[in-house]
């Protein structure tokens, strides 16, 4: 049996997620077009008879304001030591820019690096080729594939070209897992991504949710979540006018969880305000963005 770790990198808002959904045909990480959607390690599990590949979506690599975006690099660094197999992810629609030197910069490969050409329907032959020439500067060995990851196009070839690379090895999960996240924290991303879908650009930046309780009963679950915000206006702005916001982001929240779940979901959600948050390292541990030794 093949089997391995496959750091996912790259750029905020270039596909990751949505490429290691399309490769196990479900959602693991949440997706919006917000940047910094992604801010934990999510390791997505994909499992055939003869292969098993963790999967390690990242938080998109950035030049950092606040004590957050430095931890969500770091997560994203360390990702890529210690794997089988790197992919870049690029989007394809994208001229190279001070962004991508900065990811450049940054990381260290020394393993097999696939550079995935993400969005290649947004894009035309000259800019393509332009974009293709200066990474095959940077790096002559790696394998170049195209994607259009979120209509699944060229993900097989993409699999393909992964295994082939992977050493033999164990199974490091159950062959019917697909995540090493559990409920409850999918949960919070789930509320967190319905938050940031419906929220103008004001706001998705200042949000984190923290689970306050999840109750299991039988058929059905309790979630007490609160969602939390820089600033009393910021606050204002996710409740909505008569309360319509945070209803409408909890009917959406508790429809996904339920699915996943099968069962009845009771799902009420409140809003705090706590300043400055993402650069105290207390709140951070606290809503899972620092390590708890840091």
């Known amino acids: 049996m093949k089997s391995g770790f496959v750091a996912v990198i790259g750029r905020p808002n270039v596909g990751k997620s949505t490429l290691i959904n399309a490769i196990l045909g479900t959602k693991i990480s949440i997706v919006t077009d917000k940047s910094q959607t992604t801010r934990n390690n999510i390791k997505g599990i994909y499992t055939t008879d003869d292969v098993q590949i963790i999967f390690v979506d990242t938080p998109g690599i950035h030049k950092p304001f606040q004590r957050l975006g430095q931890e969500m690099n770091a997560m994203a660094y360390s990702a890529s030591k210690d794997v089988d197999a790197v992919i870049l992810v690029i989007d394809s629609g994208q001229i190279f820019g001070s962004g991508d030197e900065f990811v450049i910069e940054h990381i260290d490969v020394s ?63 159950p062959d019917d897992q697909l995540s090493d996240r559990d409920m409850r924290f999918q949960a919070k991303e789930i509320i967190r991504e319905k938050t940031l879908l419906l929220l103008d650009k004001e706001v998705p930046h200042c949000l984190a949710v923290e689970i306050d309780s999840y109750k299991e009963q039988k058929k059905q679950i309790e979630i007490h979540a609160s969602i939390i915000v820089e600033k009393p206006s910021q606050k204002g702005i996710v409740i909505g006018k008569n309360g319509q916001m945070i209803k409408k982001i909890g009917t959406l929240a508790r429809k996904d969880i339920e699915k996943i779940e099968n069962a009845h979901v009771i799902l009420n959600l409140y809003v705090k305000v706590e300043s400055d948050w993402r650069n105290k390292n207390s709140l951070l541990k606290s809503f899972g963005y620092l390590k708890q030794n840091n």
Do not use: S
């Open 111 to 173: 393993v097999p690096l696939f550079l995935v050409f993400n969005k290649i329907d947004t894009t035309d032959v000259i800019k393509i080729d332009k974009l293709k020439t200066k990474y095959k500067e940077i790096y002559p060995q790696a394998k170049i594939i195209e994607t259009v990851a979120i209509e699944k196009f060229n993900i097989d070839e993409l699999l393909n070209q992964i295994i082939d690379v992977l050493p033999e090895g164990p199974l490091y999960y």
